[in-house]
């Protein structure tokens, strides 16, 4: 099975309600108390649905800090099979080739991208990427289902997303298998 998911935001303080110091934080962070309460259900949430042999596609910001924590966060994740489609927060995956240990990052992944991911499945074309599609884009392309992150499912209801075969697999909303991604598409 395919699933989709996108900003694990993996140690990422900021993002972490008991951790944060942004001013906005009631709109804009995760219920948790802590970091690794956050990761831990982050972890558990992907390995209570993606099997170890399934594929997950990850659209980008992967996780925070120093490279090390990318190689933390995806040792817990039981998935063999992830997809890495590199988000603007994804420098340590992008520019870090080994760790001290001699681990490389991106072999962590069995594909890492800067750029979309495309790929067909049950006669759909999905577009997989981190940002969502420009308002340019020609949406005028039957069974093509554009899959973004980057905005944390805080998109879900505009026109973009409620007209056209847009959605947004921000892990605020879940981890979506490709099937589930589908009936959401036909039922809007």
Not at 63 to 86: D, E, K, S, W
Not at 110 to 118: D, L
């Amino acid at each position: 099975m395919i699933y989709l998911t996108s900003d694990l935001h993996g140690y990422h303080s900021n993002i972490c309600y008991g951790t944060s110091v942004w001013p906005d934080k009631e709109r804009n962070c995760r219920k948790y108390d802590t970091v690794q309460e956050m990761n831990n259900a982050i972890v558990n949430s992907i390995n209570g649905r993606v099997g170890i042999n399934d594929t997950l596609i990850h659209c980008g910001d992967f996780a925070f800090g120093n490279p090390f924590n990318v190689y933390r966060l995806r040792r817990q994740i039981n998935c063999a099979n992830i997809i890495q489609i590199n988000g603007n927060h994804d420098n340590g995956i992008r520019k870090t080739s080994l760790l001290k240990n001699g681990i490389n990052l991106q072999s962590l992944f069995i594909k890492t991208t800067e750029t979309e991911f495309i790929f067909e499945y049950h006669g759909y074309k999905f577009i997989c990427s981190h940002y969502p599609p420009q308002s340019s884009t020609n949406f005028d392309k039957p069974n093509t289902i554009w899959v973004h992150g980057h905005t944390h499912n805080k998109l879900d209801h505009d026109e973009m997303h409620t007209k056209y075969n847009v959605i947004d697999v921000g892990w605020d909303g879940g981890v979506y298998s490709i099937d589930e991604i589908i009936n959401i598409i036909k039922n809007r």
